[in-house]
């Protein structure tokens, strides 16, 4: 059976591994999920991706057992599981801080499924073995939680998930504990394991880039629903309202006026043709960092009222610049590539932007 591809080329023809259907919960009279579906394949991964309070971890929560929801099914290999427990749904769940046992050892954490599950002492011993071969473990198996790093925590909650072959992997902010660099180091190797293990996984985050990293497909969350699905390109290249927008990178907001003659105006000097038809009148528009780049000289859209560089900073592979433009304050982010072989920009220096109108989004002021 072939694994998911992120491409869509592949994707397997298997019936799918779970599907929620309508799934609705509300706590005191606050709606925390909204009729939500979701249908996943085996092997793929979907991450839900959402502020604080979006929903995303109540869901995850139904899909473990530890919530019922108040409507709708969900279903794992075609079977509706809603009123089967936690411990009888074959479905293994890393915690934000791992949630180990801190009187056992790493080899007794990483069996302790094994044990409940009442496997023989030989085929537990294997199981583990395996497991700390497999998630890089070796030489630590006799030592408590307590003397570990927090990668090493981290590959040990992993790893006692995986030792009881569980249908389904979930993941509740499993990487929000380590520091960015090892956080990275550890989604490249999960990303990697994963596939090759083809484990059907539901992640929750809300770090984007670790959506980015780890999912074939992202599920925006916004006030109990999902606002948009899709390949990570395509909800980032493609996002489906404004907030997707807005949440999916830095934006730029501003208010304008589009004229019976098609063309949007943002400040004194600055105004394009929008590139699609709504309502005349005001309007919001939104356009992200990455797509403006800035000019010495005036340029096609932006031709007198310059901007003015208040802030420049360097971050590494990127520059971000701050503009005062008019009323707003205008960020630019832009690859440190670029500004390495230009002349350098000083504070307080006049410039003027440039954009494609492709690259903004319109929608009607309230």
Excluded: W
Excluded at 59 to 88: C, Q, W
Excluded at 121 to 130: G, L, W
Excluded at 245 to 259: C, K, Q, V, W
């Amino acid at each position: 059976m072939a694994v998911f591809d992120r491409s869509g080329s592949g994707v397997d023809e298997a019936p799918p591994e779970l599907v929620l259907d309508n799934i609705c919960k509300s706590f005191d009279g606050h709606v925390a999920v909204d009729r939500c579906d979701l249908v996943l394949k085996r092997g793929e991964i979907v991450a839900l991706l959402g502020a604080s309070g979006c929903g995303k971890s109540t869901l995850l929560n139904m899909i473990a057992g530890f919530e019922d929801p108040d409507y709708g099914t969900i279903s794992l290999h075609g079977r509706v599981i809603n009123a089967i427990p936690p411990y009888r749904r074959n479905v293994a769940m890393v915690f934000q801080h791992y949630a180990m046992f801190p009187h056992l050892t790493v080899a007794d954490n990483i069996g302790y499924g094994l044990t409940a599950r009442r496997l023989s002492r030989a085929e537990i011993a294997a199981r583990v073995d395996e497991m700390i071969a497999l998630l890089q473990l070796e030489g630590l198996g006799k030592r408590y939680p307590a003397q570990l790093s927090g990668g090493q925590r981290q590959r040990v909650a992993v790893a006692r998930a995986l030792a009881v072959r569980p249908d389904m992997l979930l993941l509740d902010e499993a990487f929000s504990a380590l520091d960015r660099n090892l956080r990275e180091d550890m989604q490249l190797e999960l990303s990697l394991l994963l596939r090759r293990l083809k484990v059907t996984t539901v992640l929750v985050t809300h770090d984007q880039r670790e959506a980015f990293a780890l999912a074939d497909r992202i599920a925006i969350m916004e006030l109990g629903r999902i606002a948009q699905i899709g390949t990570p390109e395509d909800v980032y290249r493609k996002p489906g309202s404004s907030s997707v927008l807005r949440f999916l990178g830095t934006t730029n907001r501003f208010t304008g006026n589009l004229s019976d003659s098609n063309e949007v105006s943002i400040a004194p000097g600055l105004a394009f043709a929008a590139p699609a038809r709504i309502r005349t009148g005001a309007v919001l528009v939104d356009i992200r960092a990455e797509d403006i780049a800035v000019s010495r000289e005036p340029t096609a859209l932006h031709r007198t009222a310059p901007a003015q560089l208040v802030l420049r900073t360097f971050l590494g592979s990127q520059e971000r610049l701050v503009l005062k433009l008019d009323t707003y304050q205008v960020v630019i982010d832009r690859p440190a590539q670029v500004a390495l072989h230009q002349e350098k920009l000083v504070i307080g220096q006049p410039v003027y932007l440039e954009f494609d109108p492709a690259s903004c989004r319109l929608s009607a002021a309230e």
